[in-house]
């Protein structure tokens, strides 16, 4: 089975900081994505990528950026955390769009 | 823009009954449906997926169909379960599309 690993479960930073959330996966998939989970809201895409160093914008982008420097890696870099941005982030990978693959998740708590 | 919405948002029924969850999307040209669920906390297992040239798929007690012209899937889960508790999301796959939109959600609550 694919695996997708995000770095943290919990993570608390402070307003201004620079943050990065990093998501690994096993299985050689094409494409990975990031998405932020807040009630009420459901899942929002943040960035996808579809091959190294290639990176799309989803639906709420601002304030974030992305790097996919190796295949298997697709980072998630909050510039300058701010309080808007707590919330429960995904990491997905998949084959085409062939199942996909969700990472346990991490929640972020920005003070 | 396509949009997906799913209905109720919250169920609770007693142990061993069936029970169909509904998924609208509003553009019919779709790739494919994938069903998933997610516990309280945690990230999304995937249960089902359904490619835009199939009617229906099934997993042990799940069955999920797919009418791509009226916009519509139906997740029905058999015999009901305290252990199939949890939030049941569809998404569906853009046309040659790299990336699905989710529909919110609905919270599944089976009582023993």
Redesign the interface.
């Known amino acids: 089975d694919v695996k997708v690993t995000q770095s943290s479960r919990y993570l608390v930073k402070r307003t201004g900081e620079k943050v990065f959330l990093e998501c690994v996966q096993d299985m050689d998939h094409e494409n990975m994505f990031w998405y932020r989970q807040d009630p009420g809201l459901g899942l929002r895409l943040i960035y996808f990528s579809y091959d190294v160093k290639m990176k799309e914008k989803g639906d709420i982008p601002e304030g974030y950026s992305v790097s996919r420097e190796k295949k298997e890696r697709f980072s998630l870099i909050l510039e300058s955390a701010s309080t808007n941005q707590t919330s429960m982030y995904l990491c997905a990978s998949s084959l085409l769009t062939l199942h996909y693959t969700f990472g346990s998740g991490t929640r972020l708590t920005v003070v | 823009k396509q949009e997906v919405t799913q209905i109720p948002a919250a169920l609770s029924v007693p142990e061993g009954e069936n029970l169909v969850l509904n998924c609208s999307f509003t553009d019919s040209a779709i ?2 449906l ?1 069903w ?1 669920r997610q516990d309280p ?6 249960l089902l ?1 359904i490619q835009s040239s199939q009617r229906e798929q099934t997993s042990g007690r799940l069955n999920a169909s797919l009418d791509k012209s009226s916009g519509r899937s139906t997740l029905y889960i058999a015999a009901s379960q305290p252990g199939d508790s949890a939030t049941y ?1 569809c ?1 569906v ?1 853009n046309n040659y ?4 939109v ?4 609905t919270r599944l609550s089976v009582l023993p």
């Not at chain 2, 599309?97 to 699905?100: A, E, I, L, R």
């Open positions: 790739y494919n994938q998933f906390g945690k990230g999304l297992t995937s997926l999301l998404a796959g599309g790299q990336n699905f989710f529909g919110p959600g």
